[in-house]
């Protein structure tokens, strides 16, 4: 039993690895050919099976086929297998696509909340501005209302300081200082805004780049592509190719490891156990000059003698029987030829006993 558990391992090995390159084969066959994929399935399926069909046909019978039968088979075993390589590509890209697309999207989004980020910096930084003239506005004019001998203030439109005394001077200088505080709280509100929608911004990035599944996937492709200093598109490309070439090329083999696995422990149809005479029969056969075996006369022996050369036959006879059990021949075959020794033993024994030799 221990010489079938390797190559039943190898059987093993070879369905796993044949059934999930048709699977992935017919799988990205259907999403090719998207408009009948059903028939796709059923197609390729098939195609599949008598793949590995060809493949055990071919090791089997290789000496036994025809060249022109043999030729065909092998180019279609060959295109096939580029077939099943197309398939799995289909499929893996397909998956590398879809990751890819929720990376890219993902990766827009983050620009616009980006851009609109940078929109409330810079309308923050004009606020701040703002406010900064506001705050001095509002305290010079606070110390021009503070002199009571006279009143100076800074013209808005011109920008000069003016220095007067005139009360309806300081009525208007009164109601600017109003306008200017109320102005500075209308900023300083706004500035809270803005830095509010800022934050709420900065949330909303953490959040997508938390959940980016995407971006967790292809995170290893990314280091690969910066180790190697070559784009995205061309690492995959490579990587694919590499799996491509070795997932069916690799079933194929294990099916052919696995077929002549099982060749070996089976017994062939010439390596039959052979049967070697015993001392009575080669004595009683010698060969002529024309090559015809003849029968010799009868020779007499003595009771001694023919029993010491039974003893010596029989010792010969069950090492016979030792390596006839321990052949690798079927068992039915063998247990034939272990009686057929045990009888010739059962024989002699009694030959022994009867001391006497029937030629």
Do not use: H
Request: with cysteine; net charge positive; aromatic share 6%.
């Amino acid at each position: 039993m221990k010489k079938y558990i390797f190559p039943i391992i190898i059987a093993l090995s070879a369905l796993s690895v044949s059934a999930s390159a048709a699977f992935y084969s017919v799988y990205g066959l259907s999403k090719l050919f998207a408009g009948a994929s059903l028939q796709v399935i059923i197609m390729a399926g098939s195609l599949e099976v008598a793949k590995l069909v060809t493949a055990s046909l071919l090791y089997q019978y290789w000496k036994k086929l025809n060249l022109l039968l043999k030729t065909y088979l092998t180019l279609a075993c060959v295109v096939l297998m580029f077939i099943t390589s197309a398939g799995i590509y289909g499929f893996l890209s397909g998956a590398y696509q879809s990751t890819a697309t929720q990376s890219e999207i993902l990766g827009k989004e983050l620009a616009v909340i980006e851009m609109k980020r940078t929109r409330f910096e810079e309308k923050k930084d004009e606020l701040k501005i703002e406010k900064i003239q506001l705050n001095t506005s509002v305290n010079d004019l606070r110390m021009s209302l503070s002199n009571p001998s006279q009143v100076q203030y800074v013209d808005r439109e011109s920008g000069q300081l003016i220095t007067t005394t005139s009360s309806s001077a300081r009525r208007a200088l009164k109601k600017e200082l109003d306008i200017a505080v109320k102005d500075r709280d209308t900023v300083a509100i706004q500035i809270e805004a803005v830095t509010d929608s800022i934050s709420k911004l900065d949330i909303e990035v953490l959040n997508k780049e938390t959940n980016n599944e995407a971006e967790r996937e292809l995170g290893p492709l990314k280091y690969i592509s910066e180790l190697t200093g070559k784009p995205m598109s061309s690492v995959i490309n490579w990587l694919l190719m590499l799996i491509i070439f070795v997932f069916d090329p690799l079933a194929i083999s294990l099916v052919v490891a696995a077929n002549f696995a099982f060749n070996r422990i089976k017994p062939k149809e010439n390596e039959l156990y052979v049967k070697q005479e015993n001392w009575i029969d080669r004595n009683q056969k010698k060969k002529t000059k024309e090559g015809v075996v003849v029968n010799q006369p009868k020779k007499e022996t003595t009771p001694k003698n023919t029993k010491s050369s039974n003893r010596e036959a029989i010792k010969k006879l069950e090492i016979e029987k030792t390596k006839a059990s321990e052949s690798g021949l079927i068992e039915k075959r063998r247990n034939e030829e272990m009686d057929n020794i045990q009888s010739k033993i059962d024989q002699l024994k009694k030959e022994d006993d009867d001391k006497t030799i029937t030629y």
